[in-house]
């Protein structure tokens, strides 16, 4: 079975947002207009993805990314992303199947160790919705994508004292051989079909 993901693949590791604070009533208060660097709450963040084989859909996720992302939600075209995600970190809970992911056959983790996006513009599309346009390389194909995603929002971390949390999801759909991660008979789309989607959750944390 084939798989891939990425854009980060978006959103992953370390992370800047405008200042903003969590007023006590449930609103948003924008406290200066300068960015803080977020740390990645690992444990509550994750990127999946979702590939047919045959009519069902399996799903995996790629357990090692990291990257920086400096996001401002009133001036997004200040906004840079960088998130780079470890291939061999593919997980399908199928050990053979992870395995032969990892081969030249699909991802060919030893030549291409990593898969790469870059940001080259981030815009707002409505209310709490954006989108960034950039550069995903997988092996040796780069390719300009479009990755929409939403700012979900910041708080008082209620088990954390004194840290804020806040909150990025984005959901975005790639074709596998448009980046060659499938060669030979695994190019065909008869058992492993072409289209991948891709879920990122992001949960970041940051001490007052």
Do not use: C
Not at 143 to 150: G, H, N, Q
């Amino acid at each position: 079975m084939k798989s891939f993901i990425l854009s980060f693949l978006l959103l992953t590791s370390l992370t800047s947002f405008t200042a903003y604070a969590y007023a006590g009533n449930g609103e948003l208060t924008k406290e200066h207009n300068h960015t803080m660097v977020w740390d990645i709450d690992r444990a509550h963040s994750n990127i999946l993805f979702r590939i047919n084989h045959f009519f069902n859909p399996v799903p995996g996720t790629f357990n090692d990314f990291e990257g920086k992302v400096s996001f401002n939600p009133d001036s997004p075209e200040t906004s840079e992303i960088d998130v780079r995600v470890k291939v061999a970190s593919v997980n399908t809970n199928v050990e053979r199947r992870d395995g032969h992911l990892r081969t030249a056959d699909f991802f060919d983790a030893e030549r291409f160790p990593e898969m790469h996006f870059r940001s080259t513009d981030v815009r707002h599309v409505e209310g709490t919705s954006y989108v960034a346009l950039g550069q995903l390389t997988i092996k040796d194909v780069t390719r300009e994508i479009e990755l929409p995603f939403e700012f979900l929002g910041v708080r008082d971390h209620l088990m954390r004292e004194n840290t804020l949390v806040a909150g990025l999801h984005g959901s975005l759909m790639l074709k596998r051989n448009d980046f060659g991660v499938g060669t030979g008979d695994w190019a065909s789309t008869a058992v492993i079909g072409d289209d991948v989607t891709i879920d990122i959750s992001l949960q970041v944390t940051k001490e007052k």
